[in-house]
């Protein structure tokens, strides 16, 4: 709330031609944008998190067995290397949906802002059209970002399981 707060009041002391230049659209998703900010640092600290567990992990299996901690360890190279190919994939798409999503949030201002002009020049339904393409690609995108994400899990486990089958 603060970070929006401050990212709004910044903008207040632009000046008119900053946003002569800018859509209004592209400003109003940037306050939107900032949740995802703020997510992303929830992310890191979760990331720290799964470190530290992962390392106290490690430690254990050390003590344990240093031979199949060893062993065991260079599976952590194979699952990175399906993991990272996913989530380049996942990025690329995340980039596509947030360029989607900011041309939908400025079509939409633009839309409403000039409402009266639609109205009398009865072009409702070309702003519905281009509308419903936003959305329906944004699904499709939101589908795509789903599927990807979900192959993270079972690939770990297959390839833990493979690594436990060879153990």
Same mark, same amino acid.
Request: positive net charge; contains cysteine; glycine residues 2%.
């Given at each position: 709330?603060?970070?929006?707060?401050?990212?709004?009041?910044?903008?207040?002391?632009?000046?008119?031609?900053?946003?002569?230049?800018?859509?209004?659209?592209?400003?109003?998703?940037?306050?939107? #944008?900032?949740?995802?900010?703020?997510? /992303?640092?929830? +992310?890191?600290?979760?990331? =720290?998190?799964? $470190?530290? &567990? *992962?390392? !106290?992990? #490690?430690?254990?299996?050390?003590?344990? /067995?240093?031979? +199949?901690?060893?062993?065991? =360890?260079?599976? $952590?190279? &194979? *699952?990175? !290397?399906? #993991?990272?190919?996913?989530?380049?994939?996942?990025?690329?798409?995340?980039?596509?949906?947030?360029?989607?999503?900011?041309? *939908?949030?400025?079509?939409?201002?633009?839309?409403?802002?000039?409402?009266?002009?639609?109205?009398?020049?009865?072009?409702?339904?070309?702003?519905?059209?281009?509308?419903?393409?936003?959305?329906?690609?944004?699904?499709?995108?939101?589908?795509?970002?789903?599927?990807?994400?979900?192959?993270?899990?079972?690939?770990?486990?297959?390839?833990?399981?493979?690594?436990?089958?060879?153990?």
């Amino acid at each position: 709330a603060n970070l929006k707060r401050r990212v709004f009041e910044r903008m207040l002391s632009f000046g008119k031609l900053y946003f002569d230049r800018i859509s209004h659209g592209y400003t109003s998703y940037i306050i939107t #944008i900032l949740a995802r900010v703020v997510s /992303s640092f929830d +992310l890191v600290g979760r990331l =720290l998190m799964e $470190f530290s &567990i *992962l390392l !106290f992990y #490690i430690g254990i299996m050390l003590k344990a /067995s240093w031979i +199949l901690a060893i062993i065991s =360890l260079f599976t $952590f190279p &194979i *699952l990175s !290397f399906f #993991i990272r190919s996913i989530v380049s994939k996942i990025r690329k798409i995340s980039q596509e949906h947030t360029a989607t999503e900011i041309k *939908l949030s400025q079509e939409v201002f633009n839309i409403l802002s000039c409402i009266t002009l639609v109205k009398t020049y009865s072009r409702e339904r070309l702003a519905k059209n281009k509308f419903n393409t936003f959305v329906n690609k944004l699904r499709k995108l939101n589908l795509l970002l789903n599927r990807k994400s979900l192959l993270i899990k079972p690939i770990q486990e297959i390839v833990t399981l493979v690594v436990l089958l060879l153990l």
